[in-house]
């Protein structure tokens, strides 16, 4: 009895060190089992080209710490949102358009809870005990559901039923927008209000606006508390990056406009400025510059003579900001050389690695907001060949070759040098492959994101054209 105790507890034991146990079977029979054990079903939908799907399965599902609280608290079931036909439907059915997205289902097929992106060991524990609360919380969810279903617009009730409804981790634009419709501009932005902004995900023109102008006359506020106004800034930028991909993905363009317009006028207010660096650090898509959220628009919904005039004429405005503003990123780049060689040669340490890190930070936030733009636009000079109408003559050619070189210039890169090279080779202009080839290995060798294999593969393909 005693060895067959110990058999068992190092099973147990071993099943737990393995991380999470997935289910073979399919999602019906799963929620079939989740309604018979009143347990939730943990759904990892995933694709197959996403890093940090694979980072999650690699390094945290296997951690014995998850596995442990997962297969006791979850029936866990693995779905490829593109090749799996429970996948596709889940993934539709629940509005799936990130990833990698976690769902928790209960046997009877509703959502409980859901959360994104990739998480640490402890976050992804918490996430599932958050999982786990709403979870008992549901009847309580259920209730409100109801009542708010037949009209309660109530703004004490909207308030509860939001607290209840957002900690699910549900879709709250609903009950917000009946909120807010409630809230006087007086409080719009006070301390309750500015993290519930951020959850809006609904463009609603009356409610947009009036943010935007509460959050213009915050801006101009001279005794404004400043960690309180990068609050206020973020969950409007926020709400309106929503509503920039909601009316996007919807094909509302007057609306679209209307958002892009919101957004003109904010950053005037609060003096910010449209960066890739700023959205890569959590400004949001908002961020993106406006020309190519227009581009994006415009190719995803085969707008294609909009996509044509607005891609050709900001092309025409980046030739034209990169031929003003060279000289003058030149000057400051030997400036900044120049003081930290005088930092250098006092022998002053602390002077001198401030100068570096000054240097280091200038030029990163620089090169990762060409680097987007550059890439972002080569994609679009492909989309422009593939839409071309006309005749592919010998001015077609100059014209689309000068786009890609420019752009390479504008941010020199080993990583897409051969690509760029192979486009120009496409259309006849060898010499040209050959000096983006060059430029590619005497500046961007060290640009960001560039490897070792990178620095050979454009060196072998130069060494053929030569």
């Known amino acids: 009895m005693k060895r067959l105790l110990l058999l068992v507890l190092i099973v147990s034991s071993t099943a737990f060190s393995q991380g999470i146990e997935f289910r073979k079977e399919r999602y019906a029979e799963v929620l079939k089992m989740a309604k018979e054990q009143n347990k939730l079903v943990f759904i990892d939908i995933y694709t197959s080209w996403c890093g940090p799907c694979k980072h999650m399965a690699d390094n945290i599902f296997p951690l014995p ?3 442990e609280y997962y297969n006791t608290y979850f ?8 090749k799996s036909e429970d996948g596709k439907m889940v993934a539709k059915s629940f509005g799936v358009s990130a990833y990698p997205t976690f769902l928790f289902v209960n046997g009877d097929g509703e959502l409980v809870y859901r959360f994104l992106g990739g998480k640490s060991e ?6 599932g005990e958050k999982a786990v609360e709403a979870f008992a919380a549901l009847p309580e969810l259920k209730k409100y559901t109801k009542e708010y279903e037949k009209g309660n617009r109530e703004k004490e009730f909207l308030n509860r039923y939001f607290i209840v409804k957002d900690r699910s981790g549900l879709d709250c634009s609903d009950v917000l927008l009946d909120y ?16 519930r902004i951020a959850k809006i995900a609904v463009f609603d023109q009356k409610l947009a606006n009036r943010l935007v102008d509460a959050a213009c006359k915050e801006a101009a506020n001279p005794t404004k508390n400043k960690k309180e106004a990068v609050a206020v800034n973020k969950a409007v930028c926020t709400f309106l990056g929503a509503c920039l991909q909601k ?14 317009a919101l957004k003109d006028r904010l950053f005037k207010a609060t003096g910010a400025k449209e960066s890739a660096t700023a959205a890569s650090l959590g400004g949001g898509n908002i961020y993106v510059p406006s020309e190519l959220s227009r581009l994006n628009y415009y190719s995803a919904k085969k707008k294609l003579d909009k996509f044509n005039r607005t891609f050709i004429d900001y092309m025409a405005a980046l030739q034209k900001n990169y031929d003003e503003t060279y000289k003058e990123k030149a000057a400051m780049r030997e400036a900044m050389d120049a003081k930290l060689k005088a930092a250098k040669e006092s022998g002053n340490e602390e002077e001198y690695e401030s100068a570096k890190r000054l240097r280091a930070m200038m030029f990163a936030f620089s090169s990762i907001d060409d680097y987007y733009i550059s890439t972002s636009m080569v994609e679009n000079v492909e989309r422009y060949e593939e839409i071309f109408e006309g005749e592919k003559d010998a001015a077609y050619r100059d014209r689309v070759a000068g786009w890609y070189v420019f752009l390479h210039r504008l941010s020199p890169s080993a990583k897409t040098a051969v690509y760029v090279a192979d486009k120009l080779l496409a259309l006849d202009k060898k ?5 983006v080839l060059a430029l590619g290995l005497k500046e961007g060798s060290a640009a960001s994101g560039v490897e070792e294999e990178d620095v050979k593969a454009c060196q072998a393909k130069l060494d053929e054209l030569k």
């Open 180 to 195: 807010f419709a409630q809230v006087d501009d007086a409080r719009l932005l006070d301390s309750v209000h500015i993290p």
């Open 65 to 67: 710490k998850v596995g």
């Open 122 to 127: 402890d976050m992804f524990i918490k996430e």
């Open 247 to 260: 009316t996007a993905r919807a094909d509302q363009e007057e609306f679209f406009e209307e958002v892009l």
């Open 75 to 82: 029936l866990n079931l693995q779905l490829d949102a593109e």
């Open 431 to 435: 010499e040209l492959a050959i000096e």
